[in-house]
């Protein structure tokens, strides 16, 4: 009898055909996300589940319902959704999808970037509202992006293609911090590292990058936003409780930094009341930070990959250990 298996969001057909070869599966296929509730009755006797980070937490209650699961495979670089004791104590391994994302995710920050210095979304407005009738005062001029310093903080592996980006294509300056220093990434593209505050002082553009932990939960409060230059520009692609979300609206409302561009937030889809809705300097894009066809279809399938291996009794590819 083949395993089975519960698919927490739709996939693509080629990754279903895959699974089908080796699981007995059902798929969420419905437009709104599944929520908690449902996702416990659907794996009350599964061996496998597939999701993301963002659908709902792995923890004990949960595992206590889902007495069968053998593995929980990530559809998603993100693992934060694991509570890795309760897995562990329960023998349910966990996986995810690194480094087949991190293309995607650079291009868009430095879309991001260039959206952010050259006022790209605001004056698409400008035009579209019928405002273009005289020439381009300095009022509407931009910042250049080559050139500029730009601060990464969390240099895994979507920080490596973003540093090579910005030095081979933009010429910036790259400073980063990280956990642990990245020799070959300084020997290679000639990045630097230095602590926080230096770099948080030193860039002009900051863009967070971490993984989602205790250590990295507000990472940037109100005192981490004083530290940055008033002209630069804050960007978050990581998640969004990285952020103290309350001390970026203060930062923004005392215009302690010129903008900011974000791509996760604290409640996700965003309320829409939220303050950061309200600034003009501010970009917001609904998490997309790995969201093109073909950079999910090869999240999904590795995901899938994972999950085979799981339920073969092999270790994964991607087994998260800590
Ligand atoms: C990831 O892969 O973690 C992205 O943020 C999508 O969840």
Redesign the pocket.
């Known amino acids: 009898m083949l395993p089975k298996v519960f698919i927490a969001k739709p996939i693509p057909q080629t990754v279903r055909d895959y699974l089908g070869k080796f699981c007995e599966f059902a798929m969420w296929d419905k437009e709104r996300p599944i929520n908690r509730q449902e996702l416990i009755e659907q794996i009350s006797d599964r061996e496998g589940l597939l999701t ?3 659908i709902t937490r792995i923890d004990e209650d949960l595992l206590l319902k889902a007495p069968n699961l053998r593995i929980v495979s ?6 934060d959704n694991f509570d890795l004791e309760a897995m562990r104590k329960r023998q349910v391994l966990g996986t ?2 690194p480094d087949v ?1 991190s293309d995607t ?1 650079a291009d868009l920050a430095i879309g991001l970037m260039l959206c952010s210095a050259r006022r790209i979304v605001e004056l698409n407005g400008f035009v579209k509202e019928g405002k273009w009738n005289a020439q381009i005062s300095e009022e509407l001029f931009g910042l250049d992006l080559h050139h500029q310093t730009l601060g990464i903080i969390g240099m895994g592996s979507i920080g490596l293609e973003l540093a090579r980006r910005a030095r081979n294509g933009f010429k910036m300056d790259v400073l980063y911090h990280n956990r642990n220093r990245k020799i070959v990434a300084e020997e290679e593209l000639g990045v630097r590292y230095c602590d926080l505050p230096t770099l948080l002082a030193k860039s002009d553009f900051v863009i967070l990058l971490t993984p989602l932990t205790k250590d990295t939960k507000h990472l940037m409060g109100y005192k981490e936003f004083n530290l940055m230059k008033h002209s630069a520009f804050f960007l978050n ?3 969004g409780e990285t952020v103290d979300e309350q001390a970026l609206i203060l930062a923004l409302r005392e215009e302690k930094i010129q903008g900011a561009a974000l ?2 937030f604290s409640q996700e889809p965003i309320n829409k009341n939220n303050p950061l809705l309200q600034f003009q300097n501010v970009i917001t894009v609904p ?1 997309i ?3 093109t066809l073909a950079c999910r279809t090869e ?1 999904a399938m590795l995901a899938a990959k994972n999950l085979a291996a799981g339920l073969m009794d092999i270790q994964p590819p991607n087994l998260v250990k800590e």
């Open positions: 993301t980070s963002l990530n559809i998603s670089v993100g693992y995810n999808t994302l995710v692609i990581s998640r791509d996760v998490h930070g790995s969201a999240m």
